[in-house]
């Protein structure tokens, strides 16, 4: 296994919309245990394909340490070709943050429930509905696959806000406790 580099801020891979996965190869579940490895090093609860520089809809997620006590634990789980089928439930703001967007936090209304189909990392058809911390997660995940960052969503003023943050992300200044893609 390997630990592979994140690219952050403002690299275009970020924004491209991923592929869709049409075989599962060797590569590809070498490629997925990679995405979890490094996931669990950068201490994130989710990474998706684009964060570490590959195109493809494929994300991973342990969202288990942000659940509460009496929750049902999932573990960890990848989603290939996930679709979101369903959103339901109120739209609630929570904090997020993304391993891309190193130290960066703020608020997110998303809906409360969403159901996904995808294929599970033996590529098999799976079907879930989440709430809570998994449905945040699957959701924020899910937008990188898009293109889509979680700092979209915010104001003007808040995104203001952050302007030095995310300039200093840009410039390849910022410090992190993981393995970070050098810019160009
Ligand atoms: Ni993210």
């Given at each position: ?91 609630i703001p929570m904090d997020e ?8 936090t703020d608020k997110v209304v ?40 979680f700092?979209?969503y915010l104001?003007?003023?808040r ?26």
């Amino acid at each position: 296994m390997a630990i592979l580099p994140i690219v952050t801020y403002n690299d275009p891979v970020l924004r491209k919309k991923g592929e869709h996965v049409e075989e599962f190869t060797d590569e590809t579940r070498q490629f997925v245990a990679d995405m979890f490895e490094t996931m669990y090093n950068s201490e994130g609860v989710g990474l998706a394909a684009p964060q570490v520089g590959v195109s493809l809809r494929i994300f991973v997620l342990d969202a288990d340490n942000m659940m509460d006590e009496e929750d049902e634990k999932p573990g960890p789980m990848a989603f290939v070709n996930p679709e979101i089928i369903e959103k339901k439930g109120m739209k609630i703001p929570m904090d997020e943050g993304c391993l891309s967007i190193p130290e960066v936090t703020d608020k997110v209304v998303r809906p409360e429930t969403v159901v996904v189909k995808y294929k599970d990392e033996n590529f098999e058809d799976q079907e879930i509905e989440a709430s809570g911390w998994l449905a945040r997660v699957i959701q924020h995940e899910y937008d990188h696959l898009d293109g889509v960052l979680f700092i979209d969503y915010l104001s003007v003023f808040r995104k203001r806000m952050h302007k030095a943050d995310l300039k200093e992300i840009e410039n390849g200044e910022r410090e992190t406790r993981y393995p970070i893609k050098p810019k160009d």
